[in-house]
């Protein structure tokens, strides 16, 4: 199993350009996430997902949108990018039916907007 | 109020030496998890032990435990024996709510504690 997939690993940007970071897992989970992780301040959650069509908000979802149209897949969609929105990025995924549900993350996608 | 706080920025240990990583959290809930992740500097986040609100005992994951004090609402990391391949980056992180929800997903983390482990 390939686990979480992110691509691509690194990305630069011009202000106002838009970009999708791709995330894809093959473990059959019903949950998936991304998070961004800046310099001092931990990971935040942008926006989530229990499963296939439905989506829902993170602690810091402006300027991101995302779509879960099947259960491998979890796109997340910079409309616009602006400086602030650089970052690193983490898509994690989880299976509800175990005991912790412990996020398996992704290698992270370094993203840097000019 | 942060939700999870870890007040070591930074921290040295001996190989072969134990060393405890501090982690306090606030929630309500009277559900939640606890989760300890390590990343080394390739960046990868890599999840080390898990404790329940409603889980007895202390968590055990080989080297690693989880020295879990509900009333002080502290879950610190326990390291024995440190190895070289232990420096790196570490963080507590929590979940309100049940396992089995949407909440899951919704991980608050703390800013870290940089380890360095030497000779």
């Known amino acids: 199993n390939a686990g979480v997939t992110q691509t691509p690993k690194f990305q630069v940007l011009k202000t106002g350009q838009s970009m999708t970071l791709q995330c894809a897992q093959d473990m059959n989970h019903e949950y998936m996430s991304w998070y961004r992780q800046d310099p001092g301040m931990g990971l935040r959650l942008i926006h989530y997902?229990?499963?296939?069509?439905?989506?829902d908000q993170g602690e810091v979802p402006n300027g991101y949108n995302v779509s879960r149209s099947t259960t491998e897949d979890f796109p997340l969609r910079l409309l616009s990018a602006a400086p602030s929105q650089t970052s690193v990025y983490f898509c994690?995924?989880?299976?509800?039916?175990?005991?912790?549900?412990?996020?398996?993350f992704g290698a992270g996608s370094r993203l840097t907007v000019l | 109020a942060q939700k999870i706080t870890q007040t070591q920025p930074g921290m040295f240990v001996q190989e072969k030496e134990a060393v405890t990583l501090d982690c306090t959290y606030d929630t309500s809930d009277p559900s939640y998890g606890l989760f300890w992740y390590k990343q080394p500097s390739s960046g990868e986040m890599i999840f080390l032990i898990y404790?329940?609100?409603?889980?007895?005992q202390n968590a055990t994951e080989g080297r690693y435990s989880l020295n879990f004090q509900k009333a002080r609402k502290s879950a610190n990391l326990v390291i024995s024996a440190s190895q070289l391949g232990d420096s790196a980056m570490y963080f507590c992180a929590m979940r309100e709510g049940s396992p089995h929800t949407g909440t899951a997903s919704k991980l608050t983390f703390g800013t870290g504690t940089r380890l360095q482990v030497t000779l």
């Open positions: 994690a995924s989880s299976y509800s039916e175990t005991k912790a549900n412990v996020l398996t």
């Open positions: 404790q329940g609100s409603y889980d007895q």
């Open positions: 997902s229990v499963g296939a069509g439905i989506t």
